[in-house]
């Protein structure tokens, strides 16, 4: 299926999981947008890949701009381009433009990848304009929230937000705790799909039965893992267990940086799979924050499939409600702890040591990857939809 645009508040970088897991997925598919319309200022700091630059355009708010950050001020911008009465200003202008990019057509073919506001008010002023068509991939819900045992859309946002749902030709998803709260809260269908690993490496026969365990981390040290970084951090005080982190950070916080752990700095995504297994096992931390339960429970991060696929069993820390908890639990995939109790956590260390249990762990990791998380079932979902 050839589409005339992508429209999001992100690129397709690889700087970032939502990138690659476009690249993962689409392949070549890639080639058949003509154009990549991007809303929101995250497009901008984390730049598109080479080679899409000439088709991109970033359709940023004013309170977006660098000139405007300077003048009044980051935060204050910010907020600025948050308030809903912006968003909407934003989203006519940003239509009016990409309609001008398709002066010469009536009917448009869209995937989009709405993250928030900015691309889900963009597409809707569009459609005053010109009739489109639509497949909508849902990565993100930063809109979203959960507040006094229930969740919440903005005001003036869930409306829209369910029309673009159900107007769409079809519904992506990240996944399956997603689609379950797509389809009672808005009566709509979709299908999962979500980053994809490579190809499978195979795991180790036997694991260590003593000594010093090695347990590698590979990604971001913000909000959606700082916390249950921190909680494993405060677990390794009396054990034998290490923690390595791979991040590109300047520096680990204090909090995170305790005995035991030891900060390596960036390092090269083609070198991440030889790093990894260099360890007796690989972290997955997922925030018990409730403020960012909306991550938690619903997204299953490009990193989860890296590490099922990467032949060390996967040591997954996060809520009970973390839908990669429950998926992991499903396919008996990893060892999961759903707990930041410093001794359930070293519970989860203990298991590590448990050869038996660890080979069937990494037998099912392989697996799931071949069956599902890897890029060849990844991409067939993709390709029964669009080019069905």
């Keep these: 299926m050839k589409f005339d645009f992508y429209l999001s508040e992100m690129s397709v970088s690889d700087k970032h999981g939502g990138g690659l897991t476009l690249q993962r997925i689409l392949g070549a598919d890639l080639n058949d947008i003509d154009h990549f319309v991007h809303v929101n ?12 630059s000439g088709q991109s355009h970033d359709l940023l708010s004013i309170w977006e701009s660098d000139w405007v950050r300077r003048l009044i001020g980051r935060s204050r911008a910010s907020r600025m381009s948050k308030r809903l009465g912006m968003i909407k200003l934003h989203a006519n202008s940003a239509a009016k433009k990409m309609a001008a990019i398709f002066k010469d057509k009536q009917e448009l073919t869209g995937l989009v990848c709405p993250q928030g506001a900015n691309a889900i008010f963009t597409l809707e002023a569009l459609k005053k304009i010109k009739q489109v068509k639509y497949i909508t991939w849902v990565m993100d819900d930063h809109l979203v929230r959960y507040e006094n045992d229930a969740w919440h859309y903005p005001g003036g946002t869930e409306t829209v937000f369910a029309k673009h749902l159900r107007e769409a030709e079809h519904v992506f998803v990240i996944s399956p705790a997603m689609q379950a709260f797509y389809k009672e809260r808005f009566g709509v269908e979709s299908t999962v799909l979500f980053g994809s690993s490579g190809t499978v490496e195979q795991g180790a026969s036997s694991k260590k039965m003593s000594g010093p365990l090695k347990i590698g981390y590979f990604g971001a040290v913000a909000a959606w893992q ?3 970084l921190k909680a494993v951090a405060l677990a390794l005080n009396g054990t034998d267990t290490q923690l390595f982190i791979y991040s590109g950070v300047e520096r680990l916080p204090d909090d995170i940086l305790l005995d035991g752990v030891h ?17 007796d096992a690989v ?5 018990f924050q409730q403020k960012i339960r909306n991550m938690s429970q ?16 996967v040591l997954a820390v996060g809520p009970p409600y973390s839908t990669m908890i429950h998926y992991l639990n499903g396919h008996q995939a990893a060892i999961t702890v759903a707990s930041d109790k410093e001794n359930d956590i070293r519970d989860g260390f203990k298991l590590l040591r448990n050869a038996q249990y660890v080979a069937e762990l990494l037998k099912n990791a392989q697996k799931l990857v071949a069956d599902e998380v890897g890029s060849g079932p990844m991409r067939r979902v993709w390709a029964s939809v669009v080019n069905g």
Excluded: Q, W
């Design 226 to 228: 700082r916390d249950a």
């Design 283 to 287: 972290l997955l931390p997922i925030s």
């Design 263 to 279: 900060f390596k700095g960036s390092v090269a995504p083609d070198k991440v799979l030889a790093e990894m297994k260099n360890y």
């Design 298 to 313: 619903f997204n299953i991060a490009t990193k989860m499939s890296e590490y099922l696929a990467c032949g060390v069993p």
């Design 41 to 52: 200022r995250f497009a901008m700091d984390l730049h598109v890949k080479d080679g899409l």
